[in-house]
């Protein structure tokens, strides 16, 4: 039950944190989240991740989850 737990709050964080970052003016956004950290996978315009976007993505998954940036990976797609 206690991992059934940690996961339902995982998906609660996961979904918390595609809205936030969509609501930013990112296209589409899918999280995945685990005990080792968080990956960020964002679809970008033609321009590309610029490092004010990797600083605005890594910002609200700190606040959502607490985590260290160096948990954080953010990948693009275009």
Not at 45 to 68: C, H, N, P, Y
């Amino acid at each position: 039950s206690e991992t059934l737990q940690v996961l339902a709050s995982y998906t609660v964080a996961e979904s918390q944190i595609e809205n936030l970052v969509t609501a930013k003016g990112y296209e589409d956004c899918v999280v995945f989240m685990s005990e080792d950290g968080v990956s960020v996978v964002v679809s970008t315009g033609e321009e590309g991740l610029q490092t004010e976007d990797i600083a605005r993505i890594t910002d609200i998954v700190k606040q959502e989850t607490g985590l260290s940036a160096e948990s954080i990976k953010i990948m693009e797609v275009n």
